[in-house]
């Protein structure tokens, strides 16, 4: 069965990065791409960008560009989010999907908490 | 870019009753919507695309219809298990944008 296996909870100080990982399985990788999507304490759904899987080509939406970088290890079939110079306002939960365009598998979320 | 809008922002019904949401596009963008639902707490969860593809496992009572700029997600036959926040998402083309949200509580 299709699963997307995200890395867990992070605390990090303002000023730090952090990576998150999204592991696939139950399907070939590269035939799909990654949605990442953030959701801010109490907000709604915001699509951050998508990874082609196939070429590593990175697409970032509005807002998400600069800080936050989208990239890939297909030897493992993992996706990975990775954003620098943290600030209060990246504290949220960060989804990884499936992109068939629209995301039709999920993962669990990490939760990110910026806080000194 | 192209703006989505959903209304209402909130409802709350009675379990049997005929909900409908809807999901507007600035711009068209054909067929090319998605609903999600989101219960409290949990991930979010794809309903139907291209809209009114429901996906396997989702209950009959919920359907999507529409295209170009407006969009609707009824549920027929409202459940206490239907308690969440619904979202549309465009995917014509890049940014593939979510709606705001539509709560539903009973």
């Known amino acids: 069965q299709v699963q997307l296996v995200q890395s867990g909870s992070e605390l990090k100080k303002p000023g730090a990065s952090v990576k998150i990982s999204c592991k696939a399985s139950g399907y070939i990788f590269t035939t799909y791409a990654i949605n990442w999507v953030r959701q801010a304490p109490g907000q709604g759904l915001e699509w951050m960008g998508w990874?082609?899987?196939?070429?590593?080509?990175?697409t970032y939406a509005q807002g998400f560009t600069g800080r936050f970088v989208f990239s890939l290890d297909t030897s493992v079939n993992t996706a990975y989010l990775q954003i620098s110079s943290l600030e209060s306002e990246d504290a949220a939960i960060y989804y990884c999907?499936?992109?068939?365009?629209?995301?039709?598998?999920w993962g669990q979320g990490t939760q990110v908490s910026v806080s000194s | 870019d192209i703006q989505m809008t959903q209304f209402p922002s909130s409802l709350s019904a009675s379990v049997g009753d005929k909900v409908t949401i809807t999901c507007r596009a600035s711009q068209g963008i054909s067929y090319f919507l998605a609903w999600y639902q989101q219960k409290p707490g949990k991930v979010p969860k794809l309903l139907t695309s291209a809209p009114s593809i429901l996906q396997p496992g989702v209950p009959s009572r919920f359907s999507g219809s529409g295209s170009g700029t407006e969009f609707t997600l009824t549920i027929s036959s409202l459940q206490p298990e239907d308690v969440a926040t619904y979202y549309c998402q465009k995917y014509n083309s890049a940014p593939f944008t979510f709606g705001p949200g539509t709560k539903v509580d009973i």
């Open positions: 999907a499936r992109a068939h365009f629209f995301s039709d598998y």
């Open positions: 990874i082609n899987t196939n070429t590593g080509s990175p």
